[in-house]
């Protein structure tokens, strides 16, 4: 299952420091606007201790993380959704990613420009959804005019999209997301055909800087929990640092720093869980590999992660959780205790779910 996010934030915020420590590979991350203008794509491991526990247990000779996208985009200015710096080619690439990272600037340094003159986290997050907000507004206005025609024919699909779109034209005319509209599955499978930005998942990545000042982060947590947001706080510079040492080295740096726990794992993990992905395990002596699927896959679906062929093929599925088994220590002992379940078409798959299926 491919997965991308984006990182996005304005100029001078951490998001190309931050992505360096995301996937430890260089792109440019100097002190000017727009140094980052194609984005750039990294695969990044979800940490799962789990993949690790059980290759060891099943003496695999290989071991396969789930993974997530992260894209690089060039830094987003007020105006972009008129076309104001790299605006257009900022929104086209946000529009290809599932979910959004926003990187919001939280310390004060005079040494690194920001572009409006002055350190505002809320400010700042309100400049990027504006953006984001207009951008969408354009979008729909857009797909509403050109159904006019279907409108007045009396043409019914081309009336219950109106209505949809109408819905969501009236918030974001009221400066808010697009998320912020209640609709039901079918008219959300509708309102995504027209890929908004604002009814993408976004995480708020609130970069912080060893050695220099931290705003005040009550009155922007409080902002975020009004908003109804999910975020997560780290030093995006001392992160990509740290991913260059070896594990012993880099728990003696955390220590001299005084730093605690990796903030880029909560990332990452943040990541997965706000766009609704679950992980199940397949483990044996060739590999121990997590795979990705939306929460709520039934068997079969969770399957076509694997091949797309285990869908219409899918007899049966052999499951235990990854505790059990190892609890057990071994299938067959699994199996003696009743802890290893045959499950049929309809069963849904649990996150940590070890599955061998029958085809």
């Known amino acids: 299952m491919n997965i991308s996010v984006g990182i996005c934030g304005l100029p001078n915020v951490g998001k190309s420091t931050l992505f360096n420590a995301l996937t430890q590979k260089g792109v440019p991350a100097e002190n000017y606007p727009f140094c980052t203008i194609d984005p750039a794509v990294g695969i990044v491991a979800v940490p799962d201790e789990r993949v690790d526990i059980l290759a060891e ?55 690194i420009t920001h572009v409006s003159n002055k350190i505002d986290p809320i400010d700042d997050i309100e400049t990027i959804n504006l953006e984001l907000i207009l951008a969408d507004d354009q979008t729909v206005s857009k797909r509403i005019s050109n159904l006019s025609h279907d409108v007045k024919r009396g043409h019914k699909p081309a009336m219950a999209e109106n209505e949809i779109l109408v819905k969501i034209e009236e918030v974001l005319k009221k400066g808010q997301m697009a998320s912020a509209v209640i609709l039901t599955e079918e008219e959300m499978k509708v309102a995504k055909a027209l890929n908004l930005l604002t009814l993408k998942p976004i995480l708020y990545v609130l970069n912080k800087k060893n050695g220099v000042k931290t705003v ?55 990541s997965y869980k706000m766009l609704g992905l679950i992980t199940f395990l397949t483990t044996g002596e060739d590999e121990t590999r997590a795979w990705t699927i939306k929460k709520d896959s039934t068997a079969p679906v969770a399957g076509t992660a694997i091949h797309t062929d285990f869908y219409d093929k899918f007899i049966k599925a052999e499951v235990i959780n990854w505790q059990d088994l190892l609890k057990a220590g071994s299938y067959g002992k699994a199996r003696e205790l009743g802890l290893l379940k045959t499950e049929g078409k309809d069963y849904v798959v649990k996150d940590g779910d070890v599955i061998e299926f029958k085809i």
């Open 57 to 111: 247990f099943s003496k695999s000779a290989k071991k396969i993380p789930a993974a997530i996208e992260f894209v690089d985009i060039a830094g987003l200015v007020k105006g972009a959704s008129s076309g104001e710096g790299l605006g257009n080619k900022f929104l086209s690439h946000i529009r290809e990613v599932d979910a959004i990272a926003e990187v919001v600037r939280v310390y004060e340094d005079s040494n």
């Open 216 to 270: 005040d982060l009550a009155p922007v947590e409080d902002y975020l929990k009004k908003l109804g947001a999910n975020w997560v706080i780290v030093d995006a510079k001392i992160e990509g640092e740290l991913s260059e040492l070896e594990k012993g080295d880099k728990e003696e740096f955390k220590k001299e720093l005084g730093v605690e726990d990796d903030g880029i794992n909560d990332l990452i993990k943040e």
